[in-house]
T-cell receptor, first 111, second 115 residues
Framework: RKEVEQDPGPFNVPEGATVAFNCTYSNSASQSFFWYRQDCRKEPKLLMSVYSSGNEDGRFTAQLNRASQYISLLIRDSKLSDSATYLCVVSGNTGGFKTIFGAGTRLFVKA | GAVVSQHPSWVICKSGTSVKIECRSL??????MFWYRQFPKQSLMLMAT?????????EQGVEKDKFLINHASLTLSTLTVTSAHPEDSSFYIC???????????FGPGTRLTVL
């Protein structure tokens, strides 16, 4: 089992759609959780951190379920500019932090 | 977010030469920096974790004598690909750790092509 698993992509959605990405992690001792966005041939950029209480930033909502070891990202009212690969990232606090990246889920938003 | 720079952004070299890539945290001090490699259409793969003033910790399968990492200051880490071969051609990305929740901020990456 991979340490961090994401939905296989790609997701093809029309503009304005709501899309949800799921991610599961295997290490119950994981401490920190993030969603990153990576555009083609570019570096990953932090989209948002994920907290147990859930957090929202505009059209983006992230949630964490520690009991199920599950993280989600919801994008509402999709824009063409949301097309990218979304990376689920999990980090621990052992010996400095070891961060594991999911393989990413590709999103295509079409007009 | 914090700013991380990387230099050069791209490099083309002949097989057998060595290439040095610099990673700098511009507006914060990074005690830990990370080096990743990404092949086309694949996910990021962590190569090594670099702590300021100490030896880097390499991931399994990464040759430490081939990928030399130096983290001499809190704002600079370097990766040297020694005796590069075409199979080393890849996108190399560094990141720096910052903040209480361990988020990482990435440099823009270096695209290495070995002929």
């Amino acid at each position: 089992r991979k340490e961090v698993e994401q939905d296989p992509g790609p997701f093809n959605v029309p503009e304005g759609a709501t899309v949800a990405f799921n991610c599961t992690y295997s290490n119950s001792a994981s401490q920190s959780f993030f969603w990153y966005r990576q555009d083609c041939r570019k570096e990953p950029k932090l989209l948002m951190s994920v907290y147990s209480s859930g957090n929202e930033d505009g059209r983006f909502t992230a949630q964490l379920n520690r009991a199920s070891q599950y993280i989600s990202l919801l994008i509402r009212d999709s824009k063409l500019s949301d097309s990218a690969t979304y990376l689920c990232v999990v980090s621990g606090n052992t010996g400095g932090f070891k961060t594991i990246f999911g393989a990413g889920t590709r999103l295509f938003v079409k007009a | 977010g914090a700013v991380v720079s990387q230099h050069p952004s791209w490099v083309i070299c002949k097989s057998g030469t060595s290439v040095k890539i610099e990673c700098r945290s511009l507006d914060f001090q990074a005690t830990t920096m990370f080096w990743y490699r990404q092949f086309p259409k694949q996910s990021l793969m962590l190569m090594a974790t670099s702590n300021e003033g100490s030896k880097a910790t390499y991931e399994q399968g990464v040759e430490k004598d081939k990928f030399l990492i130096n983290h001499a200051s809190l704002t600079l880490s370097t990766l040297t690909v020694t005796s590069a071969h075409p199979e080393d051609s890849s996108f190399y990305i560094c990141s720096a750790g910052s903040g209480a929740y361990n988020e990482q901020f990435f440099g823009p990456g270096t695209r290495l092509t070995v002929l």
